[in-house]
């Protein structure tokens, strides 16, 4: 039973965990490329696949598109990997850090990436204005955020190699887009902070499935709007 | 094996929605109000439950703190909903429209708290600037999105009573806090424009495990800065 994989083309999509996930199950699949239009938003015919029109989207073998990357990797996870390659080592500890990534640093990363945009986009002289106002919900805000948020997943990571523990799961797939997202847009140091994550991210980058994913997909620089 | 529930005391506390869970599943729990401090933040004793120190944990009843309401949830429905009073009518689904309150509403309504706090907070004259650049979010990006994922929801409600389907589910738990800010904070007017996620609220309102969990909590007004 085959997936479906629509994803656009765009460097910015956060399709490569999923393209990771489905080669690290060796499950068959074709991915479908779609061209993102200038606002950097996913384009029109998206949304005939699902109406919300936002990649990640998966098709599975009978025709159902899941979107919500986490529901994505939880069927994918129950669906075909009946070895086990990626089961919970603690099912709750894999839930939480699972439910982190998205409900906890996805805002936090909104809202960073939102002044980072804007200080990248925003016409001079307004853009002292704007770099004021991030350097104000930095201080107020986002950066004692990060610093707790990082401190912690550090430790849950701990002597493991991975966040699942001793093998890769379902957390370290979607923690991986959050953190990349800091690392590449150099909002943390990880060599320098998180020494930990960072070894972690270099286990992924190292890992046969991840490379096939990017091949497979279109870019994975998280860098647009710079 | 009853359960402690850490809660600050606040008014804008996401524990609602986990006060109305242990309600409706009949569990036994003891709520521990904490005190936020002047920033907002939950208090440094809270720390000493659990290292983010964040409203709301679940302490089980083996000692152990969950966070993330996603997880403390789904800990929940597994551990003492034998039952099945909420179990998915379509695990998919279920998993969908969970992730999809935190990890595609949270980050949307982060941007806009940020901006709703700081057009409140900003003294005059810059809070024209704030409002300004409020403006342009809200065009450029809050107001679409807003609108697509309503209406994304509006239809996935349906003809159903709830968005579980015939009877409540996790997910239904879970939307109840995004879209109660958006409605008390008046970002959104569901009544004219969702009229089936207006009734789904009322509907969760006339329940009598909602208003316990709110006379065992301590206020639920979502319009703190204001």
């Given at each position: 039973m085959p997936a479906s994989f629509p994803t656009d083309s765009s460097q910015n999509s956060q399709s490569q965990r999923i393209l990771w996930l489905l080669?690290?199950?060796g499950i068959e699949y074709k991915v479908s490329h779609y061209a993102r239009d200038k606002g950097h938003r996913a384009p029109p015919e998206m949304k005939e696949v699902q109406e919300l029109g936002k990649s990640p989207i998966l098709v599975t073998g009978d025709g159902r598109a899941i979107t919500e990357s986490t529901t994505i990797a939880t069927?994918?996870?129950?669906?075909?990997?009946?070895?086990?390659?990626?089961?919970?080592?603690d099912w709750v500890k894999d839930d939480m850090l699972t439910s982190f990534a998205g409900a906890t640093l996805g805002p936090l990363a909104a809202v960073e990436l939102l002044f980072d945009l804007a200080s990248n986009q925003t016409p001079w002289p307004a853009v002292y204005i704007m770099r004021g106002i991030w350097k104000v919900v930095k201080?107020?805000?986002?950066?004692?955020e990060f610093k707790k948020d990082l401190a912690y997943l550090e430790g849950e990571l701990g002597e493991n190699e991975w966040f699942n523990g001793k093998n890769l799961g379902k957390c370290d797939i979607i923690l991986s887009y959050p953190i990349d997202m800091m690392a590449q847009r150099k909002w943390v140091d990880f060599e320098s902070e998180y020494p930990r994550i960072a070894a972690w991210r270099k286990r992924i980058e190292e890992r046969d499935a991840w490379k096939r994913g990017l091949e497979k997909g279109n870019g994975y620089s998280l860098l647009f709007g710079s």
């Amino acid at each position: 039973m085959p997936a479906s994989f629509p994803t656009d083309s765009s460097q910015n999509s956060q399709s490569q965990r999923i393209l990771w996930l489905l080669e690290e199950l060796g499950i068959e699949y074709k991915v479908s490329h779609y061209a993102r239009d200038k606002g950097h938003r996913a384009p029109p015919e998206m949304k005939e696949v699902q109406e919300l029109g936002k990649s990640p989207i998966l098709v599975t073998g009978d025709g159902r598109a899941i979107t919500e990357s986490t529901t994505i990797a939880t069927y994918l996870i129950k669906t075909y990997d009946t070895g086990g390659k990626l089961a919970s080592e603690d099912w709750v500890k894999d839930d939480m850090l699972t439910s982190f990534a998205g409900a906890t640093l996805g805002p936090l990363a909104a809202v960073e990436l939102l002044f980072d945009l804007a200080s990248n986009q925003t016409p001079w002289p307004a853009v002292y204005i704007m770099r004021g106002i991030w350097k104000v919900v930095k201080k107020q805000f986002s950066e004692a955020e990060f610093k707790k948020d990082l401190a912690y997943l550090e430790g849950e990571l701990g002597e493991n190699e991975w966040f699942n523990g001793k093998n890769l799961g379902k957390c370290d797939i979607i923690l991986s887009y959050p953190i990349d997202m800091m690392a590449q847009r150099k909002w943390v140091d990880f060599e320098s902070e998180y020494p930990r994550i960072a070894a972690w991210r270099k286990r992924i980058e190292e890992r046969d499935a991840w490379k096939r994913g990017l091949e497979k997909g279109n870019g994975y620089s998280l860098l647009f709007g710079s």
